[in-house]
């Protein structure tokens, strides 16, 4: 395995640090190096390791992009982008970072977090619980394909099902943008239109209609007077 030559400590020291950018800034496939790290010695103690490791970096990274844009704040016009991207999603609180676990459609969790003022404790569980249920079957996969399977054909099934996972999250955070942002924009661009052809306009018949009619009254009146 390609990994081993790093040995334990610097398996979880890079697995960290993968989590880490990936939280912050950076998208590193951590799925991958979980599953990956895991088939270098699968067991339940590595497995464990590994699961604690992810949960900690997660929490970490988001903390301290969390710290840094509540101290320092964002840029006006990409606080603006996440305050709009956030209203055309069905779920705007802090419950978002859940579906992100499924479908990507939230970087950078811990700016949000500060931008839109969420409730930090629940968030940061939020984070917490989606972390240990999405690796915890990640592991428990790549474990199970290491007893189905001999050493090298359970690194290349688990090769295979960490591609089809980043493919099914990459469509799911496709579909789940245009859910949420092609219907909103359509009935925003109808509505526009149907203001712009009911409002007369300028110079119109209707509108010097109006001011005649106007104008006839004004007459009558001086007349009667």
């Known amino acids: 395995m390609y990994f081993?030559?790093?040995g334990p400590v610097g398996l979880l020291a890079f697995l960290f640090t993968v989590l880490c950018l990936d939280a912050m800034l950076v998208p590193t496939l951590p799925e991958f190096f979980v599953m990956a790290f895991?088939?270098?010695?699968?067991?339940?103690?590595?497995?464990?390791?590994?699961?604690?490791?992810?949960?900690?970096?997660?929490?970490?990274?988001?903390?301290i992009v969390f710290t840094l844009v509540r101290r320092f704040g964002m840029p006006k016009f990409l606080k603006g982008k996440m305050e709009q991207w956030t209203g055309l999603l069905v779920v705007k609180d802090e419950r978002i970072i859940l579906v992100n676990r499924v479908a990507p459609i939230l970087p950078f969790a811990g700016a949000f977090i500060a931008v839109m003022k969420w409730d930090v404790r629940r968030a940061f569980l939020f984070i917490f619980i989606g972390g240990a249920v999405k690796y915890s079957i990640l592991i428990a996969f790549a474990g199970v394909i290491s007893i189905i399977y001999p050493p090298a054909t359970a690194r290349n099934v688990t090769l295979v099902a960490i591609i089809l996972?980043?493919?099914?999250?990459?469509?799911?955070g496709q579909l789940a943008k245009k859910r949420h942002m092609g219907p909103v924009a359509t009935r925003v661009a109808h509505l526009g239109e149907h203001s712009r052809a009911a409002a007369p306009a300028p110079g119109s018949g209707e509108g010097d209609g109006a001011a005649r009619d106007g104008q006839k009254g004004q007459e009558q009146e001086k007349g009667q007077a």
């Open 4 to 6: 081993r030559g790093f």
């Open 38 to 63: 895991y088939t270098a010695s699968p067991s339940f103690e590595w497995g464990a390791t590994l699961l604690a490791v992810v949960i900690v970096a997660e929490l970490a990274g988001n903390g």
């Open 165 to 172: 996972l980043v493919a099914f999250s990459i469509f799911q």
